[in-house]
């Protein structure tokens, strides 16, 4: 009879992972099994980005760095804010993580407590509320529909707010949606924060996978009053499609990230020594191979959007950004993890039911596969949704 702490035994188990290993499983056993579930890019690293960490490890980079990162990518990652965002951050502000989830979980970690709150807009990447939980704080969701795109709107922002309000999860592009605030949108959740004295951690990591000539803001850009409320959190893994190198950035007021960094020198340490060196090029050297995701994506995107609203009983905005769609499957009646459970036992599909990200009503499907996956998985899909009408 093992005591597990009570901040432990809150916490729910990934719906993600479950799916995925059963998926996983259903492959190795010899099924045909289309993929919808993961939520990471089916392109490989760049080559010139692995280069760099290959000639790192070979000049040997192989031993323990400055606990949050080495000078040179703090200052690449704080040229990129200046460059892409108007943003001026010191390295000093600017912490490297083993990814962009534990950047959310530093910054929760170092902000939150118990007494605190934490406001969410649902559909909610799920690593939030659970974060939130095992700082001992509060999450507060707000539920959002596809009829505002997923979008929390400015008055349900400021009736979530109370006193014990600390911190405000903003994240645009979405995960799971696909959603993409505007930038008036934006400024005016971002004015409530200031106003009410409330942080924002705005997690940016889908900054570049954005379509239609759609514009990416930082919520920190806006004013001084903004950048002193915000904390940005961002990664490597998507759009330079680096996933397993476990790399992710904060930039947060300096008493903020100074508690981070403290934080980290006494948990993890460093982040990988010649991971950091490809990072350093990542967003030193070329971006081409963007533009080449970019047109793929948005291709098997708007495939994919056609075809689930071309099937009777689904009906699916479409997104601006990141590599996912959230169709409404309500009206085919079953709730989102029956439906999850019975598309993949009968058709062979794996996706993720809507209420592992707070919202029964939706699946995510991730169009980070092959069209000829999309294509094959989607015709499932419409099969199984014949035999629920
Ligand atoms: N934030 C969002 C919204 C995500 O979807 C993800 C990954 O799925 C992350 C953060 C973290 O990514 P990583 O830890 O791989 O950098």
Same mark, same amino acid.
């Given at each position: 009879n093992y005591k597990i702490s009570h901040r432990a035994a809150s916490l729910s188990s990934s719906l993600t992972l479950a799916i995925d290993s059963k998926a996983k499983q259903m492959k190795a056993d010899g099924l045909d099994v289309v993929g919808f579930g993961v939520g990471e890019p089916d392109f490989d690293t760049p080559r010139h980005i692995k280069d760099a960490a290959i000639k790192a490890l070979n000049e040997g980079f192989t031993k323990y760095t400055a606990a949050s990162g080495i000078p040179e990518l703090r200052q690449a990652i704080a040229d990129k804010f200046k460059r892409d965002n108007g943003l001026t951050y010191k390295p000093s502000q600017i912490i490297v993580s083993c990814g962009g989830k534990h950047s959310c979980y530093n910054v929760i970690i170092a902000t939150c407590e118990e007494g605190d709150e934490v406001v969410i807009p649902a559909p909610y990447w799920l690593s939030y509320p659970e974060m939130v939980k095992l700082a001992g704080a509060k999450p507060v969701i707000v539920q959002t529909s596809d009829k505002t795109e997923f979008k929390v709107t400015p008055e349900q922002l400021r009736a979530a707010i109370t006193p014990r309000t600390r911190l405000f999860i903003l994240n645009s592009p979405s995960n799971p949606t696909g959603s993409l605030y505007s930038r008036d949108e934006i400024k005016a959740l971002g004015d409530i924060c200031v106003e009410k004295g409330v942080l924002i951690m705005s %997690? *940016?990591? =889908? *900054?570049?996978?954005? =379509? %239609?000539?759609a514009e990416h803001v930082s919520v920190a850009s806006f004013s001084k009053a903004h950048y002193d409320h915000t904390i940005v959190v961002h990664g490597f893994a998507k759009a330079y499609s680096m996933t397993g190198w476990r790399l992710g950035y904060l930039a947060a007021p300096e008493p903020i990230a100074k508690a981070i960094d403290a934080i980290q020198s006494h948990s993890t340490s460093n982040p990988t020594s010649f991971a950091q060196k490809g990072a350093v090029e990542a967003l030193n050297g070329p971006q081409d191979h963007l533009k080449t995701w970019l047109e793929e994506y948005a291709k098997r995107r708007m495939f994919a959007y056609q075809k689930l609203n071309s099937i009777p009983g689904i009906s699916c905005v479409n997104a601006k950004g990141a590599f996912y769609l959230f169709p409404n499957i309500s009206k085919l009646g079953l709730n989102s993890t029956d439906f999850c459970a019975k598309l993949l036992e009968q058709e062979k599909v794996a996706a993720v039911p809507g209420i592992a990200f707070g919202t029964d009503e939706y699946i995510r499907i991730s169009y980070a596969t092959s069209m000829a996956n999309l294509e094959k998985g989607l015709e499932r899909i419409e099969r199984f949704a014949k035999t629920l009408k």
């Amino acid at each position: 009879n093992y005591k597990i702490s009570h901040r432990a035994a809150s916490l729910s188990s990934s719906l993600t992972l479950a799916i995925d290993s059963k998926a996983k499983q259903m492959k190795a056993d010899g099924l045909d099994v289309v993929g919808f579930g993961v939520g990471e890019p089916d392109f490989d690293t760049p080559r010139h980005i692995k280069d760099a960490a290959i000639k790192a490890l070979n000049e040997g980079f192989t031993k323990y760095t400055a606990a949050s990162g080495i000078p040179e990518l703090r200052q690449a990652i704080a040229d990129k804010f200046k460059r892409d965002n108007g943003l001026t951050y010191k390295p000093s502000q600017i912490i490297v993580s083993c990814g962009g989830k534990h950047s959310c979980y530093n910054v929760i970690i170092a902000t939150c407590e118990e007494g605190d709150e934490v406001v969410i807009p649902a559909p909610y990447w799920l690593s939030y509320p659970e974060m939130v939980k095992l700082a001992g704080a509060k999450p507060v969701i707000v539920q959002t529909s596809d009829k505002t795109e997923f979008k929390v709107t400015p008055e349900q922002l400021r009736a979530a707010i109370t006193p014990r309000t600390r911190l405000f999860i903003l994240n645009s592009p979405s995960n799971p949606t696909g959603s993409l605030y505007s930038r008036d949108e934006i400024k005016a959740l971002g004015d409530i924060c200031v106003e009410k004295g409330v942080l924002i951690m705005s %997690d *940016e990591i =889908y *900054e570049k996978l954005v =379509y %239609d000539g759609a514009e990416h803001v930082s919520v920190a850009s806006f004013s001084k009053a903004h950048y002193d409320h915000t904390i940005v959190v961002h990664g490597f893994a998507k759009a330079y499609s680096m996933t397993g190198w476990r790399l992710g950035y904060l930039a947060a007021p300096e008493p903020i990230a100074k508690a981070i960094d403290a934080i980290q020198s006494h948990s993890t340490s460093n982040p990988t020594s010649f991971a950091q060196k490809g990072a350093v090029e990542a967003l030193n050297g070329p971006q081409d191979h963007l533009k080449t995701w970019l047109e793929e994506y948005a291709k098997r995107r708007m495939f994919a959007y056609q075809k689930l609203n071309s099937i009777p009983g689904i009906s699916c905005v479409n997104a601006k950004g990141a590599f996912y769609l959230f169709p409404n499957i309500s009206k085919l009646g079953l709730n989102s993890t029956d439906f999850c459970a019975k598309l993949l036992e009968q058709e062979k599909v794996a996706a993720v039911p809507g209420i592992a990200f707070g919202t029964d009503e939706y699946i995510r499907i991730s169009y980070a596969t092959s069209m000829a996956n999309l294509e094959k998985g989607l015709e499932r899909i419409e099969r199984f949704a014949k035999t629920l009408k």
